[in-house]
């Protein structure tokens, strides 16, 4: 059993940024991916980032490109998530996941844990 806990969003204004953090506890893999998903109201979960485990390195969706950066601590418990320049359509509830261990893998049937999600909304 994996539970995974999320914290850091908030309410901010265009421009603003945000870190979001996401911590893992039970039995965690050390080898899994983990990655961070958003759900805006009315659309599907989407994909935003992920940070390999035995499979090293980051990998993003296009819009998260040049503004989101995620990054892993050494023992690969925590995860973390800067978001620069955020903009309206960002607002939506972020989710952590992890699962696979492969890194480049977007799709939501992949990852087997799911944190319960942090609400982040920017204004215009």
């Known amino acids: 059993q994996v539970s995974l806990r999320e914290s850091g969003g908030g309410l901010v204004q265009t421009g603003d940024s945000l870190r979001l953090s996401c911590t893992a506890s039970?039995?965690?893999?050390?080898?899994?991916?983990m990655a961070w998903f958003r759900q805006a109201p009315g659309r599907e979960r989407e994909f935003v980032a992920a940070?390999?485990?035995?499979?090293?390195?980051?990998y993003y969706a296009d819009f998260a490109k040049g503004r989101f950066t995620g990054a892993r601590v050494n023992d690969k418990k925590t995860m973390y998530l800067q978001m620069n320049n955020l903009r309206p359509e960002d607002t939506a509830v972020y989710y952590c996941?992890?699962?696979?261990?492969?890194?480049?893998?977007?799709?939501?049937?992949?990852?087997?844990?799911w944190g319960q999600g942090t609400q982040v909304t920017v204004s215009s």
């Open positions: 996941a992890a699962g696979p261990k492969s890194l480049r893998v977007r799709t939501t049937t992949a990852y087997g844990s």
């Open positions: 940070v390999g485990g035995s499979d090293i390195g980051t």
């Open positions: 039970g039995h965690p893999s050390l080898m899994y991916t």
